[in-house]
C-alpha cells in the first residue's frame, strides 16, 4: 500500500497531469529511446526535502526500469558518491543524468 503523499486525490491528479505533458519516459527519450512512462518520479525526494506536491518541472516522467533504476542507485542512500543515477549518454556525448558529477563540473 502506498505511503503519504501517493495515496492522496491531490498526487494522483498531479501524476495524471504529469503523464499528459510528459507521456514518454524522460531518460529513455534523453537516450533516444521512446518508451511509455508510467511513473512520475520527485527531482528531489521528499525525504531529502523535496515538495511532496511540486511544479510539473520539479517531476520527471519515467518508465518502469529507469525508475528501478534511480530508486536503487540513488534514493536508498547506499549509492556510491559518484554513482549516476542514470546510465546513458544523449546525443553530444553528455551523461543524460543532470546530477552526475560532471554536469555540476560545468557549471563551474
Ligand atoms: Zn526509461
Known amino acids: 500500500m502506498a505511503d503519504w503523499p501517493y495515496n492522496t486525490g491531490a498526487w494522483r491528479k498531479l501524476r495524471a497531469a504529469k503523464l499528459v505533458a510528459a507521456p514518454l519516459c524522460e531518460h529513455c527519450k534523453a537516450r533516444g529511446v521512446l518508451v511509455q512512462a508510467n511513473t512520475v518520479d520527485h527531482n528531489t525526494p521528499i525525504a ?43 546525443a553530444s556525448g553528455n551523461p543524460i543524468d543532470l546530477a552526475d558529477e560532471w554536469h555540476r563540473m560545468r557549471e563551474k
Open 48 to 90: 531529502k526535502g523535496g515538495a511532496p506536491f511540486p511544479a510539473l518541472e520539479g517531476l520527471t516522467s519515467l518508465c518502469e526500469r529507469c525508475h528501478n533504476e534511480k530508486t536503487a542507485t540513488h534514493d536508498r542512500g547506499t549509492a556510491k558518491p559518484f554513482a549516476r543515477r542514470f546510465k546513458g549518454f544523449d
